[in-house]
C-alpha cells in the first residue's frame, strides 16, 4: 500500500488548507486512518483518527481541524481552518487495522509526508 499526502503549502496564520492522502494498490476503506505531524525539532504527534464509526481529535486542533474520508476514493482528508504558526510542521497520513496502534503511531502504512508552514 502507498499512501501519497498532498495540499501543504504556505499560509499566512488564520487561513485554511486542505491536505489529501490517497491510497493505493489496495482499498484502505476498513483501516482507522490517522494524520500526524512533525515540527522543527519536535517528536511526531497525533492529530486526529478517523475509524468506521468516530473521530478522535487532538486538544489543541479540536474545532480547527476536521479528519474525512472518501472511501470511494480511497483518500484521507484533513481540513485545516485558522491555522496557526505553531502549526508549521510536516503532516504525515497513516493506516492500521488497530486503531490503538494507530492511535500511538504504531501504524502499518506511512505516507512521506507533506509541509505546512504557517507565516505569523
Known amino acids: 500500500v502507498y499512501l501519497v499526502e498532498s495540499g501543504g503549502g504556505l499560509v499566512q496564520a488564520g487561513g485554511s488548507l486542505r491536505l489529501s492522502c490517497a491510497a493505493s494498490?489496495?482499498?484502505?476503506?476498513?483501516?482507522?486512518m490517522a494524520w500526524f505531524r512533525q515540527g522543527p525539532g519536535m517528536k511526531r504527534e497525533f492529530l486526529a483518527m478517523?475509524?468506521?464509526?468516530?473521530?478522535d481529535y487532538r486538544d489543541s486542533v479540536k474545532g480547527r481541524f476536521t479528519i474525512t474520508r472518501d472511501n470511494a476514493k480511497n483518500t484521507l482528508y484533513l481540513q485545516m481552518n485558522n491555522l496557526k504558526p505553531e502549526d508549521t510542521a510536516v503532516y504525515y497520513c497513516a493506516a492500521e487495522e488497530n486503531p490503538v496502534k494507530l492511535r500511538i503511531g504504531m501504524a502499518e502504512y506511512w505516507g512521506q509526508g507533506t509541509q505546512v508552514t504557517v507565516s505569523a
Open positions: 478517523i475509524t468506521s464509526s468516530e473521530t
Open positions: 494498490r489496495r482499498s484502505l476503506s476498513n483501516y482507522p
